[in-house]
């Protein structure tokens, strides 16, 4: 069972930012939060990841609560391209345990025109 | 810069058929390499890893197999299909914080 909650479904209007949100409510304190998408019938993109601390990159910002147990994903100014299904995923940080990756559902973002 | 590559994009296989994709990787040297499979309407779900030549860990038991015959060669079979093979095959890399996914293999069993 995935160790995050995320809705099934959001819009956005094109230009607007998109405010993606992940509970993972029982967040051990050595496990990092990660972002990723996947546009339709493509491989998995990696977007940021944190630990405590907001994050920003060039493709988005990441907000992650005092207490942890959940953290928002920030697309500033989103474009038709970032239609995706976007997942929320906390593991132990270390290239070993990428094979703990636990993947949901994720968050199917429908950017509008 | 590293690339992955998958191949073939697409296959259509009837079923007790062998079966064999392969991934590469270039650009990077001794990678962790992972296998995943998503199925219509699922999230993705760890097959095999690897962490060198002729390293295979297997995640479920399965119908398939793998082998890494080469450092940045990963290879996924099996000797009959099921329907149940149907299904998106993505190959991936590791490093310590991010995993690079190739472009996918879209298996349908018939």
């Known amino acids: 069972d995935a160790k995050t909650t995320q809705p099934p479904s959001m819009d956005c209007a094109e230009g607007r930012a998109a405010n993606l949100p992940c509970n993972h409510s029982?967040?051990?304190?050595?496990?990092?939060v990660y972002w990723y998408r996947q546009i339709h019938s493509q491989g998995p993109q990696y977007i940021i990841h944190?630990?405590?601390?907001?994050e920003t990159n060039e493709m988005a910002s990441l907000i992650i609560t005092e207490d942890r147990k959940s953290s928002t994903l920030i697309l500033p100014h989103a474009t038709l391209r970032d239609t995706a299904v976007y997942y929320c995923?906390?593991?132990?940080?270390?290239?070993?345990?990428?094979?703990?990756?636990?993947w949901g559902l994720g968050t199917s973002l429908a950017v509008n025109p | 810069s590293q690339t992955i590559h998958q191949w073939p994009a697409t296959l259509v296989q009837p079923v007790g058929s062998p079966l064999s994709l392969e991934c590469t990787v270039e650009?990077?040297?001794?990678?962790?390499l992972y296998w995943y499979r998503q199925a219509a309407g699922r999230g993705l779900q760890l097959l095999f890893y690897?962490?060198?030549?002729?390293?295979i860990s297997s995640e479920v038991p399965q119908n398939l197999s793998a082998s890494r015959p080469q450092d940045r060669q990963f290879i996924l079979s099996s000797k009959k299909l099921l329907l149940s093979d149907s299904g998106f095959y993505l190959c991936?890399?590791?490093?310590?914080?991010?995993?690079?996914f190739g472009p996918g293999t879209r298996l349908t069993v018939l």
């Open positions: 991936a890399w590791g490093q310590y914080n991010e995993q690079f």
């Open positions: 650009g990077t040297s001794n990678p962790n």
């Open positions: 690897s962490v060198g030549i002729g390293q």
């Open positions: 029982t967040i051990s304190g050595n496990e990092y």
């Open positions: 944190g630990l405590k601390n907001n």
């Open positions: 995923i906390v593991r132990v940080g270390g290239a070993g345990n990428n094979r703990k990756l636990i």
